[in-house]
C-alpha cells in the first residue's frame, strides 16, 4: 500500500512538472504560485481528519490556471486535483470510511470534472470572441481605408468637373468664337453629362461624409411648395430630353401657404431633386411624373409619382441602402446613392421616407416631415 502511494505521489509530481516547466520566468513565478495553492489544500486534507473535504479548494487554482495554461495543462491539473482528493480516502488516514465521506468525495471530484469542463468551455468561447473582434477590426480597417479613399477620389474629381462645366459655358457663350446650332446642341449634351456626373461625384462625398461625421442641419422655415417648384424648374431640361412631363399638384389650393417645415433649404432641395431624377430616369417618353404635396396637422407629405414599371416587391427592403440598385425592370439604372442620401437628409430631420407600387402601374417615392409651428 506504501509503495502505492508512493508511486503515485511520484506520478503526481512528474504531471506537475511537465505542466509547469516553462523557459519564461513569469510563467515560471505563475507557475510556483500554482503548486503553492495545490500544496496548501493538499496539506489541508491530509492534516484533518477524512470527514473535512477541501477538495473543491482546488477549484479556484484550476480557474486561476484557465488564464495562463492551455487546455491541455488544465485537463492535467483537474486530473490531478481528482486524484489528490480521492487519495485522501486512504491517505493518510488508517480508519474506516463511511458511506457519506465516499460520497462527499465523489461529489468533490464531480465538480472538479465539471469545472475543467466550464473552463475548457470559456476557452473556447474566449476564442471565438477574439476571433470576432479580429474580424471586426479588420473589417472596420477596410471600411475606413474605402472611406478614406472615396472621399479623396471624390474630392480630386470634383475639381476638374466644374473647370470642364465653366470651359462648356464659356464655349456656350461664344467667348472662344462664333458657335452654330448644331455644336450648341453638342455642348448642351456634353454639360448635360458633366452635370449628372458633378451630382454623382457630390452625392458619393456626402454620403461618405455624412456617415462618418453625421449631417449638420442649417435649420430655418421652408416652404415645401416653393423647392417643389424649383426642383421642377431647375430640372426642366431634364425632363425635356426623356420628353417626360413634370407636373404640380397641392390639393387644395389654400394648402400651399400650409406647407411650412423646419428644415435645412438645401438639403431638403436635393431630396426634391434625386427622387424627381429618379422619377424622371425611369419613366417612358409621353409619360408625366407628379408631385403631390399634402397638408396635414402634425405633418407634411411629399409625393413623387411616376407611370415606370414599379418595383419588386422583394426590393423594398433594401431599396435605401446604401449602392442598392435592384433587379427590377425599370428603364433606368443608378448607382444606389441618391435614394440612401434622401433617407439620410430625411431621418435627419426626423421624418420618413418609403417607396409603394401604383395600380395598375408605377412608383411612388414619398417623404413626410414634422409640420412647423411658429
Known sequence: MVKLILRGLSVVEALILQVYASAYNSIFLDNIKLVLLFSIVFILEISTPVSYVFGYLYIA??????????????????FIAIFLTLLNLIFPHKIPVDFPTITNRFIASLSLGLTGIICEQ????????????????????????REDFASTLTHDLKTPLLGALETLKAFEKSQFGPVNK????????????????LRLVETLLDVYRNDIEGLSLNLAPVNLASLAEAASNALANLAASHQ????????????????WVLGDKLQLERVFSNLLINAVNHSRR?????????????????????????????????LFERFYQGDSNRQAKGTGLGLYLC?????????????????????????QLPRYHP
Open 122 to 145: 470559456n476557452r473556447r468561447s474566449q476564442m471565438i470572441l477574439i476571433q470576432q473582434e479580429s474580424q471586426l477590426q479588420s473589417q472596420e480597417k477596410m471600411v475606413k481605408l
Open 286 to 318: 409621353g409619360d408625366h411624373v407628379e408631385v403631390c404635396l399634402t397638408a396635414q396637422t402634425s405633418a407634411h407629405t411629399v409625393k413623387i409619382l411616376d407611370t415606370g414599371s414599379g418595383i419588386n416587391p422583394d426590393e423594398f427592403a433594401n
Open 343 to 367: 433617407r439620410q437628409i430625411v431621418d435627419a430631420h426626423r421624418g420618413k421616407i418609403w417607396a409603394e407600387n401604383r395600380s395598375p402601374k408605377g412608383a411612388m417615392f414619398a417623404f
Open 244 to 259: 417626360v412631363y413634370i407636373r404640380l399638384n397641392y390639393g387644395d389650393s389654400d394648402f400651399r401657404q400650409a406647407l
Open 61 to 78: 487554482p484550476i480557474l486561476w490556471a484557465n488564464r495562463r495554461l492551455e487546455n491541455l495543462a488544465i485537463w492535467k491539473l483537474t
Open 182 to 197: 448644331r455644336q450648341k446642341q453638342a455642348l448642351n449634351t456634353m454639360s448635360r453629362s458633366h452635370q449628372s456626373s
